[in-house]
RNA sequence: CGGGGAGUAGCUCAGCCCGGUAGAGCACUACGUUCGGGACGUAGGGGUCGCAGGUUCAAAUCCUGUCUCCCCGACCA
């Protein structure tokens, strides 16, 4: 392809509204324009990329065993009224009419359409296991999208869903998809970690997700360097520690002090001058027909998953505020654990284990208790871990603190069991005769996240460095003097050879001068550079350099394909 | 949804306080000089200053409303 004709509009100066490096490198180096909020044209380059990521995808899946088909992106809201979801997805599901006053959504994921098919179509345990996948745009009305196609309204994702006979054989193929994503992010040249994560909204009970490890990843990653544990924030746990307070430790009288209008941690911290890990944050919350206290410490947050587990309940949710003033006697802001009624459930988080002279709500509006010690003043009917997971918090395996580090969550995958299947009754004969819901999996992968990710990853101050793999063209020849005859017809030649030994070639036939196309060259990193200048045409050589080692090397013009077909062609099945 | 910021040329922004014929750099067109790491000169094209009202002899500038975009936060007591 000749630059001159391929809609590659470089930009010498940062957009004003993109704030992490993929979203500056992707619309500055012409692959990315957006067309309204979250919603983005995928210029050529990035198409070309996105395509050999979907290709590396279909290779991989095809192996495991898997069958690509294309549902519609339109879904009937019949299907999603069947398993609820048409209510609890709520605004982040997209929603038309049709001129018939029929409801239908824009597919954010695929799990009713699929199921759908299937149990029309699927009859027999002869036919299972079966996995199916698709590559399509995704429609999330996300309630703030950011750094570009990270987390936009509309976007690439490839899922599979899979439908199994038995437990026993959908831990096997979700076991197969797990390898085929290793595979895929391998061939992709991204360094990752599947970690175990939180269902959510999704269901089911195991899931991992596999994260991109980057500074600027909206998601956090807890992990022990001792055992290897290693968790999503959301789903990180911490291990038991005792309530024993330091030697030395002075207990003072309960006091109440008047905090007028104050009612969040911060506020009072600063009113009392004390920090907010001397605090006890007291939460409380609706799980079925009880009302439950929470305790934890004022700089840490309720983990709503884990309190679920614990109380075995499907959801939690806070207490409303006329239940907190029921509760406390006092407006919500005030409530503290050591006046609490008799019926009160009080669970206490790891978080306050060894810590005393606290601050907490007096339960009495505009006031707050000061010297408030655990074992004194109150006892928790338990202790449990129902805080989210920080750095420093002691593993739950082995105790060693666990780190947190950033990642970019690109795949998320899921025993989802038989939630969808009983929903919507999907079913099959079993060898007796008898219908039995499928065991079911899914399995997403988000194929512009992935080309986001990788260009956090790769990249230096000049611009992307692509992996061989994904890059939109694996070599760019740039002659230096269009004006020269010489340098011309020579790129020329180079450029037909280099597509005759079919590599995917950019020839930047731009007038330009050198300086701006050696620029524009490290801006969009195409792996391998051809320069053809005057000086090297005239002694018969140009020179061949990779985007990723500057030190180039001489070769003479009719072996430079050769040169570069050694190189390139290990490199296309996996990371360079 | 709550809080902050911004809408002026294709892009990045100045001008607004203090009202008086709309600017710079980049990009684009032409010509000339230049030509191995984002050249320079000359000439040129391009904007109903987000939109709608209002005040005024006069509004990008002051006032009111409205829309859009960006950032931060979202049952966390």
């Known amino acids: 392809m000749r630059w001159s004709r391929a809609l590659i509009p470089t930009l010498k100066e940062d957009p004003a509204d993109a704030e992490v490096v993929s979203h500056r490198l992707m619309v500055r180096a012409g692959l990315l324009r957006p067309a309204a909020r979250g919603v983005y044209t995928y ?108 987390r936009a309204r509309e976007f690439l994702m490839k899922d599979a869903y ?59 990653v807890l992990s022990c360097g001792a055992c290897g544990y290693a968790a999503a924030s959301e789903r990180a746990e911490s291990a038991p520690r005792e309530h024993q307070l330091p030697d030395g430790h002075q207990p003072k009288p309960l006091e109440v002090v008047d905090t007028p209008g104050q009612t969040t941690v911060d506020e009072v911290a600063q009113l009392l001058g004390k920090p907010a890990e001397a605090f006890v944050k007291t939460l409380l919350f609706e799980a079925d027909d009880n009302t439950v206290a929470v305790l934890v410490r004022g700089d840490r947050e309720i983990n709503e998953a884990k309190l679920g587990r614990l109380l075995a309940v499907e959801r939690v949710e806070m207490a409303t505020p006329e239940r907190v003033v029921k509760v406390t006697g006092a407006e919500v802001g005030f409530a503290g654990p050591h006046t609490l009624p008799d019926g009160i459930r009080i669970i206490a988080d790891y978080s306050l284990a060894g810590r005393g002279d606290l601050v907490a709500g007096a339960n009495q509006t505009d006031r707050h208790v000061t010297g408030l010690e655990i074992g004194r003043d109150v006892e928790p009917h338990e202790w449990a871990d129902v805080s989210v997971a920080i750095d420093g918090d002691p593993c739950p395996q082995c105790g060693q603190p666990l780190k947190e580090t950033r990642g970019i969550e690109v795949g998320h995958i899921f025993q989802l069991g038989t939630k969808y299947s009983v929903a919507m009754g999907a079913t099959f004969l079993d060898e007796s005769g008898s219908p039995v819901p499928f065991e079911m999996g899914c399995y997403g992968l988000g194929v512009t996240r992935v080309i986001a990710a990788a260009i956090e990853q790769n990249h230096d101050d000049r611009g992307i460095i692509w992996p061989v793999a994904i890059a939109p063209y694996e070599v760019e020849v740039i002659p230096l003097n269009m004006d020269s005859e010489a340098v011309v017809k020579t790129a020329e030649q180079i450029y037909e050879a280099c597509q005759a030994a079919h590599l ?61 077909r050694e190189r390139i062609e290990p490199a296309r099945h996996g990371s360079d």
Request: glycine share 8%; hydrophobic share 40%.
């Open 162 to 220: 899979s439908f199994d006979p038995d437990e026993v054989s959908m831990a096997n193929t979700y076991q197969k998809f797990h390898d085929a994503y290793c595979a895929i992010f391998d061939r992709c040249g991204l360094a990752y970690r599947a970690v175990e994560a939180e269902a959510g909204e999704i269901g089911g009970t195991v899931n991992h997700e596999f994260m991109v490890l980057a500074g600027t990843g909206e998601s956090a």
């Open 43 to 150: 210029l050529p380059l990035l198409l070309r990329s996105i395509l050999k990521v979907s290709q590396i995808i279909r290779e991989e899946l095809d192996r495991m065993g898997a069958v690509e088909l294309l549902p519609p992106i339109l879904h009937p809201a019949e299907l999603w009224k069947e398993t609820g979801r048409w209510d609890l997805y709520g605004p982040l599901l997209m929603r038309v009419t049709d001129r018939h006053e029929r409801g239908y959504a824009l597919g954010p994921t695929h799990e009713e359409i699929v199921t759908d098919l299937i149990r029309r179509e699927v009859r027999s345990y002869r036919q299972l296991p079966l996995s199916v996948y698709q590559i399509q745009t995704k429609f999330r009305d996300e309630i703030r999208p950011r750094f570009g196609v990270m």
């Open 504 to 564: 995917e070639t950019l020839l930047d036939d731009r007038p330009d001068r050198a300086g701006s196309k050696f620029a524009d060259a490290d801006l969009i990193g195409i792996p391998w550079r051809v320069v053809v200048g005057d000086r090297g045409v005239e002694e018969g050589v140009v020179e061949v350099a990779s985007r990723r080692e500057a030190e180039p090397v001489t070769v003479a013009p009719n072996e430079v394909a050769n040169h570069l």
